[in-house]
């Protein structure tokens, strides 16, 4: 039995050494190692040997055990070192090769433009206020002097939640927010997001963008309005850029008027920007109405105000000369990345 194990110990050596990889080392492993393997048949067979044989025998199998596993773990680290090399040959980077290149996102047109507004105002000395997009036909309608019978708190011209509640249809809720808990002096711009049931083309959007200005303090007077308009035109569209406004009517403004601003293409001269007027029209203002200021507790014999209001998106269009609205929201990278 001694020579058997000999054996088994010479040929299970050489075929650990000349193993290719580590699926054959496995099955060597379990040739001469496993439950059924070669060294464990010699164990079993050793009740027919002698009280004398059977602890050399023993000792015999144990030693060649031990080698054996030895071998083979040596084996099998060299072949995982070995494939560990190649892998690292095989993904070597050099790093001192140029990189692919990669885009880099920037700000939305919009969201520049809503950010380049409040920088100008906040110059100005204005504050940045907010409030809820889910409004309150109170605050919407009632306080900002808007009767019964408008058009705009008709169903298919403003999105109810329910009979009294409404995703809001301009910022100047907030206004009405505003008076009511301010105590004049009040000077904030508003930026946020409206909503309107109108159908989506060129110059429409049931979701767009709006910036709201509110200015209530003693002595306001008109001229306050169109210097403020007038500062922030020149701010923003250029220092050349002249302003006009015209009479107009809103509820909450009295007198009210639409601004327009000299065409920042032609100058004034006349394009297909401005559709040959030399004008484009980008917002709407005037003074607070008197009921206005009652709704909020403001006492209109003591103080007045002005309001304004914007489209981002008119502005927008306005300062880069584009004329679909829809293009702000086509994802088209070849269009956005020009901003």
């Known amino acids: 039995m001694k020579e ?30 496993g439950k059924k393997g070669e060294l464990t048949s010699v164990l079993r067979g050793m009740g027919a040997l002698s009280a004398e044989e059977r602890p050399i025998i023993g000792s015999v199998v144990n030693e060649i055990r031990d080698e054996l596993e030895n071998f083979i773990s ?27 290149k990669t885009s880099i996102g920037s700000i939305h047109p919009i969201s520049k433009a809503i950010n ?28 900002l002097n808007i009767s019964h019978d408008h058009p705009a708190r008709d169903l298919k011209d403003s999105f109810y ?3 009294n509640i ?29 909503y309107r049931a109108d159908s989506v083309d060129a110059t429409h959007s049931p979701v767009f963008h709006q910036i709201e200005g509110l200015v209530v303090d003693k002595g306001i007077t008109m001229a306050d309005l169109k210097g403020t308009l007038e500062t922030f035109a ?7 850029t002249k302003i006009r406004l015209r009479p107009h009517y809103f509820p909450f403004t009295e007198p009210s008027a639409e ?15 401005c559709k040959n007027e030399g ?57 956005l990345k020009q901003f």
């Open 259 to 273: 601004v327009d601003v000299s065409c920042f293409v032609c100058k004034g001269k006349g394009c297909r920007v």
């Open 279 to 335: 004008w484009i029209e980008i917002l709407g203002g005037g003074m607070v109405h008197p009921n206005v200021l009652k709704a909020g507790g403001i006492d209109p014999e003591i103080y007045s105000g002005f309001a304004f209001a914007f489209g981002a998106e008119r502005i927008t269009m306005a300062k880069y000369g584009v004329n679909d609205l829809r293009l702000f929201y086509e994802n088209d990278v070849r269009f």
């Open 166 to 194: 409404l995703l809001r249809t301009e910022t100047s809720s907030v206004q009405a927010r505003v008076i009511e808990k301010e105590t004049p002096p009040i000077k904030v711009i508003i930026p946020g997001t409206v």
């Open 74 to 100: 040596n084996k099998e680290k060299s072949f995982k070192d070995k494939e560990l090399e190649e892998r690292l040959l095989k993904e070597k980077i050099d790093v001192t090769e140029p990189s692919k």
């Open 161 to 163: 939640i329910i009979e």
């Open 234 to 240: 020149k701010s923003y569209l250029g220092e050349d």
């Open 4 to 33: 058997q194990l000999e054996n088994i110990r010479k040929i299970a050596t050489n075929e650990i050494e000349c193993s290719e990889n580590l699926q054959v080392l496995n099955d060597i492993r379990i040739k001469y190692l």
């Open 116 to 143: 380049d507004v409040k920088e100008v105002f906040i110059g100005l000395g204005y504050q940045i206020a907010d409030g809820p997009e889910i409004e309150y036909t109170k605050y919407n309608f009632d306080r």
